[in-house]
């Protein structure tokens, strides 16, 4: 049994300057270098397709239908930071709405990824603080339940510690690893020089995939010496 407490205070978070970067890229960019894992499930989603975020992960477990340590989170939580709820994706009661996350924008705090439902969709498009949601419900929650705070969770499917860099966009939210965040800006540098060069490419007529007569034959689907 852990001797943990459950609302840890501390913790290390990936550094103010790899936010920054980091914030440069797509999601998408950022899953391909890590190897396309750390991404959510496609059900956590921004409530507007224009909200983009990108911070040190400050993670919150809670029980179905139960927003009582989101509170204490909002409480502890810095500038910058990036609160994310394991609320198990269950989605018959909202977890936040417009008072909470108000309260999250007046803090500074960077945005908020929660696997549950949350509420007043309305009233945050007109908030302005990035919002990353499975679903919709009208139903408030209840602030029973115990649950934990900077802990290891899983949202949408995927692992998040304490500190993790998250970043999300229209695609999505992925996960890097706080230890291996730094190391993914020159990996991400390259691959957005690659894909300028293939886009120029394109725009010059040469749209054919060259690695694809090779990928199709390992495959089993042309013969060697065939081509399309």
Known sequence: MSNLPD???????????????????????L???AGRRGTMHGRVAPVHHGMRLAGPA????????????????IALARPGDVIVVDGKGDQ????????????????????????????????????GLPVFSAGFNP????????????????AGGTVVNPG???????????????EKASAMLALAD???ADEAARLDAIARGD??????????????????????
């Not at 139903?139 to 899983?154: C, D, E, M, Q, Y």
């Not at 749209?207 to 399309?228: F, Y």
């Open 92 to 127: 018959t009661a909202a977890l936040m709405g417009t008072l909470m996350l108000s309260a999250c924008k007046k803090l500074g705090i960077a945005g908020v990824v929660v696997d549950a439902a949350i509420r007043d969709r309305a009233e945050l498009l007109e908030l």
């Open 139 to 154: 139903a408030g929650p209840t602030k029973l339940a115990p649950g934990r705070i900077n802990h290891p969770i899983s």
């Open 164 to 178: 993790d860099l998250i970043v999300a966009d229209a695609d999505g939210v992925v996960v890097i690893e706080r």
């Open 190 to 192: 390259k691959k957005v």
């Open 31 to 33: 899953a391909d270098v």
């Open 207 to 228: 749209t054919a995939s060259k690695w694809l007569p090779a990928a199709l034959r390992a495959a089993g689907v042309l013969k060697e010496g065939e081509a399309l």
């Open 58 to 73: 400050f993670t919150v477990e809670v029980r179905p239908g139960d927003n009582l340590m989101i509170h204490a989170a």
């Open 7 to 29: 609302i840890i205070r501390d913790i290390d978070r990936v550094c103010a300057d790899v936010v920054a970067k980091a914030g440069t890229f797509q999601a998408a960019i």
